[in-house]
């Protein structure tokens, strides 16, 4: 069964060509020209990816993107006409996995949700010590058989970018990362935005796991630390 991607964008020329190259690629491809609109059809059917515009009539991209990051970990790519790093850093904040500007080639969006369709659906290799590939430090818990996150007992509903940095630290206990590493690791090396981004997910972590222990290492970035207080 293809993936299903739901795309909101009010401009039509824009809304056909991305349509026809995802469609070209074997995706199932549903779009609107408005959040309201998008919002009411999918209540029966979550999309696997959503693509949203940020400038939209009545309500913008970057609520649309909020109300489904209350519900969903679904994949987000926000596409845009503005170019200012904070609006980027807001649409990485409110939960986006990535921000595409306008104009834009339709064959880098194809890369880029093909990308993230594997980023979001891989199977880290198993190492010999990692018993039915779960890793735990501590209340932490890494199940990469299923990509699924425990803290403290209760299950925690992460995004993709947030596994991916969880699973990176987690096999790497006590290893300082700098955010470009981190970048590169959960991004990708074509990605040129901020290295806010990190932040960003380490900030939206500790929001829902009070207390995890990712420690800032000052002037260069994270680490997973053993010690039972991280320094935050």
């Not at 696997?48 to 970990?73: A, F, H, T, V």
């Not at 596409?79 to 904070?86: C, F, P």
């Not at 007992?153 to 700098?178: G, M, P």
Request: include cysteine.
């Amino acid at each position: 069964m293809s993936n299903y991607i739901f795309i909101v964008e009010d401009d039509p020329n824009i809304r056909d060509i991305v349509s026809a190259y995802l469609k070209k690629d074997g995706y199932h491809v549903s779009m609107v020209d408005n959040a309201e609109k998008a919002w009411e059809l999918t209540r029966g059917k979550q999309p696997d990816m959503w693509i949203l515009d940020i400038m939209l009539p009545g309500m913008d991209g970057y609520e649309l993107c909020k109300k489904i990051r209350q519900e969903s970990n679904v994949p987000i790519i926000i596409i845009s006409a503005k170019d200012e790093e904070v609006d980027k850093i807001l649409g990485l904040e409110l939960g986006s996995d990535d921000y595409l500007t306008k104009p834009f080639s339709p064959r880098e969006l194809v890369a880029r949700v093909k990308r993230l369709f594997k980023r979001t659906t891989i199977h880290y290799e198993q190492k010999p010590h990692e018993s039915g590939q779960q890793l735990q430090m501590g209340a932490l818990i890494v199940r990469h058989n299923d990509r699924r996150v425990f803290w403290a007992d209760h299950e925690i509903e992460v995004t993709a970018k947030e596994y991916e940095l969880l699973s990176n630290l987690i096999q790497n206990q006590n290893r300082a990362f700098s955010r470009e590493e981190l970048l590169t690791l959960i991004w990708g090396d074509d990605y040129f935005g901020s290295d806010r981004a990190v932040d960003d997910l380490v900030k939206r972590l500790r929001k829902k796991m009070d207390g995890v222990p990712i420690e800032t290492v000052w002037g260069y970035g994270y680490r997973l630390s053993h010690e039972e207080e991280a320094n935050t």
